[in-house]
């Protein structure tokens, strides 16, 4: 009985040390192979008077922002509508990285600022009764635009070095919401940018009576990005009557720029490449002359050099 307790004793224990065992990585590879989290920002949740509810704000900053050269220098802010994590933040966050490594645009702070019901948030009160009828619960983009203006720029005014120039991003009813704050809150921001923004919306009310706004208005550095996809319809036509209000704008009180990518883009692939070429235009940065481009880097890969070889 003693040699067999000793046995079974023996086997649990040679049992318990291949198990434990087969839980510690046998190589430094296969350690190294468990990975790290890779972090891109800062994730804060604000709770909002305004709203009466919390809301999640994310932070990308640039690598060099906490430089000891940089201690001093302040970076302007793109504010993201639709900015949660599982919304438009992250890949808009990685504009904000390949500006600062092409050095081909301005580096900037990104904030992603969450929406939870856009159709409540981003729009006004349609005065177009079947509008009405169809999204009772839309007329919350004041109580939104108090949300920017009293609670998340004095928030990340208060956290990090901000500069001057702020500006404003969406798309689709985000869109909206930008076109909607350029006309009726344009001292929250100086640049604002609208990708296939819903003019659709309350039969194209805000293109049909937009120029109110604008009228009286005097000369600024505001700016503001138009792009639309194949929309066509209602949001088409809507951009076209927007478009004849800037045109009619007081001299010198916005400059815009729209870029038509109906011939190339729908409403799902618009946002990103819009945004990229929205940022190239805001906060371009003169290029270093190289001189000529050498005639090597200039034949296409896949056709034979047509220059001779040297």
Known sequence: ????????????????????????????????????????????????????????????????????????????????????????????????????????????IVVGVQTKDRRAELTRRPHDPRHAQEFPQAGGARRFQDFLGNEVIPFVEARYRTGEGRALMGESLAGLFVVDTFLHRPQLFRDYVAVSPSLWWDNQHFARDGGHDLEGRT?????????????????????????????????????????????????????????????RWLYVMPQPDYGPTPWYYLDEPDRPSEHPAH
């Open 1 to 108: 009985m003693k040699n067999w307790l000793l046995g079974l004793c023996a086997l649990v224990g040679a049992c318990a040390t291949t198990n434990s065992d087969a839980q510690q990585p046998q190589t430094a590879t296969e350690a190294s192979a468990r990975g790290t989290p890779i972090t891109i920002g800062t994730s804060y949740t604000l709770q909002s008077a305004a709203l009466g509810d919390e809301r999640q704000i994310n932070v990308w900053l640039p690598a060099d922002y906490g430089a000891e050269a940089n201690a001093n220098r302040r970076y302007n802010v793109l504010y993201v509508l639709d900015g949660a994590l599982d919304q438009d933040f992250q890949h808009i966050a990685g504009l904000g990285q390949l500006g600062a490594l092409s050095w081909t645009y301005e580096t900037l």
């Open 219 to 279: 000369a600024s550095n505001t700016r503001l990005y138009l792009a639309i996809a194949n929309e066509g319809g209602a949001t088409q036509a809507g951009m076209d009557r927007f478009l004849r209000l800037l045109e009619a704008a007081p001299q010198g009180s916005v400059t815009w720029r729209y870029s038509d990518r109906s011939a190339t883009e729908t409403h799902a692939t618009i946002y990103h490449a819009a945004a990229l070429d929205a940022l």
